[in-house]
């Protein structure tokens, strides 16, 4: 008996150290309803967004067969020819089977790839969310009579919520599944979009195991988020919640002012430019809401960014500017176009753009324009 039991843990030791060897993949597809002839892609994307393709297979009596290796584990495509989308996977050197539904491709089922589930996970996550917000929004399309404005306004508070908690489903993900391959792929994938939070995923990532964090993607998902996290250290001083740094900037008149003296109940630091189309069509709004709230507390400082090699004379352009569109609060400029020092501060990529400060200086929105800028403003004073 003895004799068996070790016959049968040897075999299972073996087994597991040929999976755990394992350098290639076999994809066993099962395209029921999909025509005989009918072609099957497996692919990726670089990192410019195009598409290189690994296997491509001939579906035949319902079945394809895709091979190849992988270094690690990565998300893949499948896609048929003649029907929309792809089906994802997380791809890794294992017997994966694909069961392709030829009505939704994303529906696909997908089983033997251990990495995949963390996809799975993730993806199931989403759609719960998702289900949430259907479903809060459909009481909300209910609300229609003005006595149950109170109802209204709760509903989009949930509305809200749950935008928020779909918003914060990926990093969450990665701290609740530290040692899931698939974690490690989510943060590659955040870190490249527009409002990555690379402090928190950097935290994220240290908490990772050790194993994921020495693997080879491990290594290179780190370099991304320290190039970033060099990135953020230029602008961490101006989230919402900063103290908004201060400023010396000269006047029309030459005069030296500073932001810390000129700061109000509530203050908007307001980057325009005599040769800006929006800006100059955003100043009336700016204009009826200072002539409103000035005297309740409300200071603008109006950072020009004049000075554009096409200007012949970026000055006489930019106090023409403030005559011609009736700018009352206070004006600085260095006239030097985007290299000015305090456009530099605040990171200014663009313009029209806006910093509201509080009562205590902190920042608490940016670029706000229109009526949003103004209740921002009454909001602030409300609360000063």
Same mark, same amino acid.
């Given at each position: 008996?003895?004799?068996?039991?070790?016959?049968?843990?040897?075999?299972?030791?073996?087994?597991?150290?040929?999976?755990?060897?394992?350098?290639?993949?076999?994809?066993?597809?099962?395209?029921?309803?999909?025509?005989?002839?009918?072609?099957?892609? /497996?692919?990726?994307?670089?990192?410019?967004?195009?598409?290189?393709?690994?296997?491509?297979?001939?579906?035949?009596?319902?079945?394809?067969?895709?091979? +190849?290796?992988?270094?690690?584990?990565?998300?893949?495509?499948?896609?048929?020819?003649?029907? %929309?989308?792809?089906?994802?996977?997380?791809?890794?050197?294992?017997?994966?089977?694909?069961?392709?539904?030829? %009505?939704?491709?994303?529906?696909?089922?997908?089983?033997?790839?251990? #990495?995949?589930?963390?996809?799975?996970?993730?993806?199931?996550?989403?759609?719960?969310?998702?289900?949430? +917000?259907?479903?809060?929004?459909?009481?909300?399309?209910?609300?229609?009579?003005?006595?149950?404005?109170?109802?209204? *306004?709760?509903? #989009?508070?949930?509305?809200?919520?749950?935008?928020?908690?779909?918003?914060?489903?990926? $990093?969450?993900?990665?701290?609740?599944?530290?040692?899931?391959?698939?974690?490690?792929?989510?943060? +590659?994938?955040?870190?490249?979009?527009?409002?990555?939070?690379?402090?928190?995923?950097?935290?994220?990532?240290?908490?990772?195991? #050790?194993?994921? =964090?020495?693997?080879?993607?491990?290594?290179?998902?780190?370099?991304?988020?320290?190039?970033?996290?060099?990135?953020? %250290?230029?602008?961490?001083?101006?989230?919402? +919640?900063?103290?908004?740094?201060?400023?010396?900037?000269?006047?029309?008149?030459?005069?030296?002012?500073?932001?810390?003296?000129?700061?109000?109940?509530?203050?908007?630091?307001?980057?325009?430019?005599?040769?800006?189309?929006?800006?100059?069509?955003?100043?009336?709004?700016?204009?009826?809401?200072?002539?409103?709230?000035?005297?309740?507390? $409300?200071?603008?400082?109006?950072?020009?960014?004049?000075?554009?090699?096409?200007?012949?004379?970026?000055?006489?352009?930019?106090?023409?500017?403030?005559? =011609?569109?009736?700018?009352?609060?206070? %004006?600085?400029?260095?006239?030097?176009?985007?290299?000015?020092?305090?456009?530099?501060?605040?990171?200014?990529?663009?313009?029209?753009?806006?910093?509201?400060? *509080?009562?205590?200086?902190?920042?608490?929105?940016?670029?706000?324009?229109?009526?949003? $800028?103004?209740?921002?403003?009454?909001?602030? /004073?409300?609360?000063?």
């Amino acid at each position: 008996m003895k004799r068996i039991l070790t016959i049968l843990l040897i075999g299972l030791l073996l087994a597991s150290c040929k999976q755990e060897n394992r350098t290639d993949f076999v994809i066993n597809g099962n395209a029921e309803g999909v025509y005989n002839g009918i072609r099957v892609y /497996l692919k990726n994307l670089d990192e410019q967004g195009r598409e290189i393709f690994l296997d491509t297979a001939i579906v035949m009596d319902g079945k394809f067969t895709l091979k +190849g290796s992988v270094e690690e584990p990565s998300i893949h495509f499948i896609s048929v020819d003649g029907t %929309q989308g792809n089906a994802i996977l997380m791809l890794e050197n294992s017997e994966i089977d694909v069961e392709i539904n030829k %009505q939704n491709l994303l529906e696909s089922k997908i089983s033997g790839s251990e #990495s995949h589930e963390g996809y799975a996970a993730f993806e199931e996550g989403i759609k719960k969310i998702r289900e949430e +917000g259907r479903e809060v929004m459909k009481h909300y399309r209910q609300v229609k009579l003005p006595e149950e404005a109170a109802k209204r *306004d709760s509903l #989009s508070k949930e509305l809200e919520k749950v935008s928020i908690k779909l918003a914060e489903h990926p $990093l969450n993900f990665v701290k609740e599944n530290n040692d899931m391959y698939f974690s490690l792929n989510l943060i +590659g994938l955040e870190a490249n979009k527009p409002k990555f939070e690379v402090a928190k995923f950097m935290e994220a990532y240290e908490n990772l195991s #050790s194993n994921l =964090k020495e693997s080879a993607k491990g290594q290179e998902v780190k370099k991304k988020l320290d190039a970033l996290y060099e990135e953020y %250290q230029k602008i961490a001083h101006l989230e919402e +919640g900063k103290i908004a740094p201060n400023f010396e900037a000269p006047t029309p008149d030459g005069d030296i002012i500073s932001l810390n003296d000129i700061k109000g109940k509530v203050t908007v630091i307001d980057f325009w430019a005599a040769w800006c189309g929006p800006c100059r069509r955003e100043n009336p709004n700016v204009v009826r809401i200072y002539d409103m709230y000035h005297d309740q507390g $409300l200071e603008i400082i109006g950072v020009s960014l004049d000075g554009q090699s096409r200007q012949q004379d970026p000055k006489k352009a930019w106090l023409d500017a403030i005559e =011609k569109d009736g700018l009352k609060w206070h %004006q600085v400029s260095h006239l030097k176009y985007f290299n000015d020092p305090v456009a530099r501060l605040y990171n200014i990529q663009s313009i029209p753009a806006t910093y509201i400060l *509080d009562a205590d200086g902190k920042i608490v929105a940016k670029n706000l324009r229109g009526k949003a $800028l103004e209740n921002k403003v009454k909001e602030l /004073l409300e609360k000063a």
